[in-house]
């Protein structure tokens, strides 16, 4: 949400780096969103290891490519539903990834319990606020709001592990993911009884086989 004002200059940027540069080779788009997976993996051990400062610029590394891949879809004409559902996929992964070593060493620390319990709701935090969006999205609801989405949470860790406040970090997460996702419960719901009123103002009565459908559903 805050950098939703720098997105189209961050766009137009990237996209002028990859037509000077890796336009005119063979590197698809689908594979620089795995390499930066494959970065985002090889944290978990700099993380478990407690070097945090290393992990954070691996992940900064890693954000990169992350930007790099869409330039690249675009600029190839490459853009196609699976690689849009890699992305997503592997975003996932990549977060799931960072929790993990981040637990991996925290269970090794003595009177750590708070920062396991902080690291476990940021990750039911960090995934609702997309699923909530793809299922909004499915739906046919628009979703493109929150205080704490993705790009600003990837600044958060990278902040957090490059300064080594990481327990401001996962305070941070902790809380901002449950609001945003509570965000984007209630601007879901408005949208949905927007439409309701619509639906009853101007609209024909449901059908028999709409109601069937509303209650099986």
């Not at 940027?13 to 090889?42: E, W």
């Not at 902040?159 to 993911?177: C, D, E, K, N, Q």
């Not at 945003?180 to 879901?188: D, E, F, H, K, P």
Request: overall charge neutral; charged content about 15%.
């Amino acid at each position: 949400m805050f950098l939703e004002r720098f997105d189209t200059k961050v766009r137009l940027f990237t996209d002028t780096i990859v037509t000077k540069t890796l336009a005119h080779t063979s590197l698809s788009a689908n594979v620089l969103t795995v390499l930066g997976s494959v970065m985002i993996l090889g944290s978990i051990y700099l993380l478990a290891s407690g070097a945090f400062f290393w992990a954070g610029c691996l992940i900064l590394g890693a954000s990169i490519f992350d930007m790099l891949d869409g330039a690249v879809a675009r600029v190839k004409n490459e853009t196609s539903r699976f690689g849009a559902f890699l992305d997503s996929t592997l975003d996932r992964y990549s977060e799931a990834f960072v929790y993990f070593g981040l637990l991996l060493y925290y269970q090794q620390t003595i009177h750590s319990s708070y920062e396991i319990i902080l690291i476990y709701t940021s990750v039911i935090g960090s995934f609702l606020v997309s699923y909530i969006r793809a299922r909004a999205e499915a739906l046919g609801f628009d979703c493109k709001v929150g205080l704490l989405e993705r790009p600003e949470r990837i600044i958060l860790v990278v902040l957090g592990l490059l300064s080594g406040w990481t327990s401001v970090m996962l305070w941070a997460l902790a809380i901002l993911t449950h609001i945003t996702a509570l965000q984007r419960l209630i601007y879901v719901w408005r949208q949905s009884q927007e439409g309701e009123t619509d639906h009853h103002s101007s609209g024909p009565k449901a059908t028999s086989a709409q109601k069937s459908a509303r209650l099986l559903h």
